[in-house]
């Protein structure tokens, strides 16, 4: 008679396999934005063979049954499409901003793309596979491999932040697929401030991730602490001064929740244990923050006192940026091409041998590329990131834990979007989608 078992095999399927595989090509190569990396060429390459293979292995997505995440991407590479479609000369002539190409021989009768700048318009909606297939096997996975996702991620967090520790360590780590800049502290990716923003997420995670199961939150917890304590230590080192924001918004955040974990886990001890366990954590983290700025291992707190924000070129850009959304309103310059729109209206008092890639303020950038189309596709975004934000932190017991993990990490990304553009790195497009599908729950097949 055979004998069974006591802990029956689990088959991963083929969903999980596959957004595994998607994940570790973006932590090896999908931390850049720039359009000519060779990070982009892996990421984009392997993300449409995954989808291929996923098609074969008849992975069947949830599709419009994840909520508004559906309608609100598809809406979004609808309209960088839309970008790309030819336009009569006349109707082209009407929009604002074109009358430099006016003067241009045969500009009568060519028909041209709504946008300004094709190449960089087929740019960013080639760069949109990462987001559409992340969504496809996520929504894919079975509900009980979907509550394994704060632990991967918190995983692939931990690996980065291990990558950065060497690199504050001294050691030279010269990634071939990244632009990073050779010996900062910026882990698997080539900005400082989107690798402080991806460790502010591990903060958030930590906390979620010690108390998702009962029985093994007694030493979760301790590791959780520690975890965040490193994420806080290395976010310092980045040298980000945006980091400094998030992190600290970060860790307030993941104490918010698990607040009532704690509570619960505390019941029946005295009055004065829950504050004094507050009090120690919060002085525990703080220690060690200031051991590293009297250490002068702080770097973001030093460049924060540094920098002159009268010569920072987010201030000086500022005013142009706000007069070149004016020129092209409501229709937009297109998607992707700021650095050579930014060209034809830079003043000569911003010339300098670097050049200015982005606003540094997605929200304007944003509105900029795409025009009204895309700034009420933003608000209407945002309103139902505010609707389902109120909804997740009123509720109170175990399912509302991860609404309020992915409402906290889309908060950070709004945070670091008024200074930077990290949504547009692929990594953190894979993170919003995850962060956005945790706010919305996916509805499960009958």
């Not at 250490?295 to 142009?320: C, H, K, N, Y």
Request: charged share 10%; hydrophobic share 55%; aromatic share 10%.
């Amino acid at each position: 008679m055979p004998i069974r078992s006591a802990f029956p095999s689990y088959r991963l399927s083929p969903a999980l396999l596959l957004f595994l595989l998607l994940l570790g090509t973006l932590w090896v190569a999908g931390g850049a934005s720039h359009a000519d990396v060779t990070g982009q060429v892996v990421t984009r390459t392997a993300t449409w063979l995954i989808l291929v293979l996923a098609i074969l292995c008849g992975v069947r997505p949830m599709g419009r049954s994840t909520g508004p995440i559906f309608w609100l991407l598809l809406a979004t590479v609808l309209l960088v499409l839309l970008q790309l479609v030819p336009l009569p000369p006349s109707l082209w002539a009407a929009l604002p901003g074109r009358e430099f190409l006016l003067s241009a021989p045969l500009s009568q009768e060519t028909w041209r793309p709504w946008s300004l700048a094709p190449s960089t318009t087929i740019n960013a909606a080639s760069s949109l596979i990462v987001p559409v297939v992340t969504l496809y096997l996520v929504s894919a996975m079975p509900q009980e491999e979907r509550a394994w996702l704060p632990a991967i991620m918190l995983g692939a967090i931990f690996l980065s932040m291990l990558v950065g520790l060497l690199q504050f360590s001294g050691f030279i780590i010269d990634n071939p697929f990244i632009n990073d800049s050779r010996g900062s502290v910026g882990g698997t990716f080539a900005n400082r401030n989107h690798f402080a923003l991806f460790l502010a997420m591990g903060c958030l995670i930590a906390p979620v991730w010690a108390f998702a199961g009962k029985q093994s939150a007694r030493w979760r917890a301790p590791v959780a602490l520690a975890l965040m304590t490193l994420f806080a230590l290395i976010i310092l080192a980045t040298g980000s001064r945006a980091g400094i924001l998030t992190g600290l918004l970060a860790l307030a955040l993941g104490l918010a929740l698990c607040w009532h974990n704690v509570r619960r886990a505390l019941h029946g001890a005295p009055r004065w244990v829950f504050p004094t366990l507050i009090a120690a954590i919060i002085g525990v983290i703080a220690l060690f923050i200031l051991v590293s700025i009297a250490a002068d291992r702080a770097e973001s707190v030093r460049r924060a006192f540094e920098i002159d924000p009268g010569q920072d070129m987010r201030t000086r850009g500022l005013p142009t940026v706000l007069s070149m959304i004016a020129a092209y309103f409501p229709a937009g310059a297109g998607f992707g091409g700021f650095d050579p729109i930014f060209r034809l209206h830079e003043p000569f008092q911003l010339l300098k041998p670097t050049y200015f890639n982005h606003a540094h303020n997605d929200f304007l950038e944003i509105v900029l590329d795409g025009g009204l189309p895309a700034l009420l596709l933003m608000l209407v975004a945002i309103g139902w990131y505010g609707m389902a934000s109120m909804r997740a932190w009123r509720g109170s017991g175990r399912h509302s834990v991860l609404p309020k993990l992915g409402s906290a990490i889309l908060f950070l990304v709004f945070v670091a979007s008024a200074f930077d553009y990290p949504a547009r790195t692929p990594m953190m497009m894979a993170m919003i989608v995850i962060a956005g599908l945790w706010l919305c729950p996916i509805r499960q097949r009958p």
